[in-house]
Each structure stands twice: as C-alpha cells, then as structure tokens.
C-alpha cells in the first residue's frame, strides 16, 4: 500500500521558518523523483521544488522560492523534506509531496502552512 505523509505544517509568522517532511512507504523510494507542490486559495497548484531519484538527485524550485527553500531526501528513511526560511505570507498554502517515476504519481494529502502575524 503506497502512502505518503506529509508533517510539519502550521502557523508561522512572516520571515519565520518551518521544516516540511513527507514519509514515504509502499514503492521504492529511492527511484522516485520527489516534489513538492502547495495551492494557495482560489489558486491553482504549482510545483514549488523536486529533487531528482539516487541516480540524479538534482533539484529545482520556483522562482519565487529560489534562496529560501531547500529541498532535500533522506533515500534511507524514506522521507522528503523542505526546509522553509524567510517565509512570507505569499508562501500561505496547502502543501502536497509527489514521488513520480514515469507513468506513476502517488500524492499525500498536504499540509497546512499558514504564514501570518
């Protein structure tokens, strides 16, 4: 049974931090590239970084988190993390982790990250 779950939301007041993690079971994780995605409210989702499989674990980010987020694997706890600093409120979002190897995508069902004073 493939799952995976995403931890480490919540509120957080601008210029703040938080650490995103996604725990991934069920699928072999290490050839999966990993991603993340968040959807703001009356928004579409969008791809916000991915980190590429054992063989090629380049990553890629948005623009607009380029410097601020990291995203990183850990292919022996099977888990996906995002690092967020400097958050600004634009950052306000529900966030999904995706592992996707060809054909398939498997998704968890997002976390909650608010930014607000």
């Known amino acids: 049974q493939v799952q995976l779950v995403e931890s480490g939301g919540g509120l957080v007041q601008p210029g703040g931090s938080l650490r995103l993690a996604c725990a991934a079971s069920g699928f072999a994780f290490s050839s999966y590239v990993m991603g993340w995605y968040r959807q703001a409210p009356g928004k579409e989702r969008e791809m916000v970084a991915g980190?590429?499989?054992?063989?090629?674990?380049?990553?890629n980010y948005v623009d607009s988190v380029k410097g601020r987020f990291v995203i990183s694997r850990d292919n022996a706890k099977n888990t996906a993390y995002l690092q967020m600093n400097s958050l600004k409120p634009e950052d306000t979002g529900v966030y999904y982790c995706?592992?996707?190897?060809?054909?398939?995508?498997?998704w968890g069902q997002g976390t909650q990250v608010t930014v607000s004073s």
């Open positions: 995706v592992a996707i190897r060809g054909s398939n995508a498997y």
């Open positions: 980190i590429g499989s054992v063989r090629d674990p380049t990553t």
